[in-house]
């Protein structure tokens, strides 16, 4: 079955550090991969994708992620992480379906010490 | 552009009421998709239509209805409404021109439910 996994549901970094969230999924076929980011209180907004290609992918606000299909992983990476980054990160995977359903997994909530 | 627009922003149902939360889309997306949100568990697909007046159910259905009758608009219907349906609810929309290509979803800003 298809399924995403976040391992980590809560993460602590300082302003400044560097970020990694982990995502590994399940999917039988060749995987459509996505990040999104949510702000308290607001909608999911696209961080990044991926359909094919080059396997590390650039996004929005400075945040990148690695496609690794041998480990069936996705994890997003920020250099140097803001204050204003604090919000829930969900991954998700979907396919070549005729529906564009996707598969979230459960979200990593980010918190970022002054 | 205005996006996916969702009203209300917030409700408080009584168990057995029944509500309809609406979803609009300017984009002229042809598929549409409804979520709800839970605390630690992601968003779970409840509904989703791949074109006016087609619909189908997702992972979490029961208790709700949808139709769509305009690429507009995709409405969700709460029947009999049970405190287990208090959630953030998120419309979505994508634009895919061929079977088997997966789009981006643009989310509307949710509608937060409360039944008591």
């Known amino acids: 079955a298809q399924s995403v996994t976040q391992p980590d549901i809560h993460i602590t970094v300082s302003e400044g550090a560097s970020l990694e969230l982990r995502c590994n999924y399940s999917?039988?076929?060749?995987?459509?991969l996505f990040w999104y980011v949510q702000s308290p209180g607001q909608g999911l907004q696209l961080l990044l994708k991926?359909?094919?290609?080059?396997?590390l992918v650039q996004g929005i606000k400075g945040f990148e992620a690695e496609f690794k299909r041998s480990q069936s992983s996705f994890n997003l990476r920020k250099p140097s992480v803001h204050w204003s980054d604090a919000a829930e990160y969900f991954c998700?995977?979907?396919?070549?379906?005729?529906?564009?359903?996707?598969?979230f997994g459960q979200g990593t909530t980010l918190q970022v010490k002054p | 552009n205005a996006g996916v627009t969702q009203t209300p922003k917030f409700r408080i149902l009584k168990i057995g009421q029944s509500m309809t939360l609406q979803c609009t889309q300017d984009?002229?997306?042809?598929?549409m998709y409804w979520y709800r949100q839970d605390p630690g568990m992601g968003l779970k697909l409840i509904y989703y239509?791949?074109?006016?007046?087609?619909?189908d159910k997702g992972e979490v259905p029961n208790g709700y209805n949808v139709s769509r009758s305009t690429t507009e608009d995709f409405p969700l219907r709460l029947e009999l409404a049970a405190p287990s349906q208090t959630s953030v609810y998120f419309c979505?929309?994508?634009?895919?021109?061929?079977?088997?290509?997966?789009?981006?979803?643009?989310f509307g800003p949710g509608t937060r439910l409360l039944v008591l």
């Open positions: 991926y359909f094919s290609g080059d396997t």
């Open positions: 998700a995977v979907g396919g070549s379906s005729n529906t564009g359903k996707l598969i």
């Open positions: 999917y039988g076929a060749t995987p459509y």
């Open positions: 984009m002229n997306h042809n598929y």
């Open positions: 239509s791949v074109g006016a007046g087609i619909t």
């Open positions: 979505a929309s994508s634009y895919s021109r061929l079977a088997g290509e997966q789009e981006t979803q643009y």
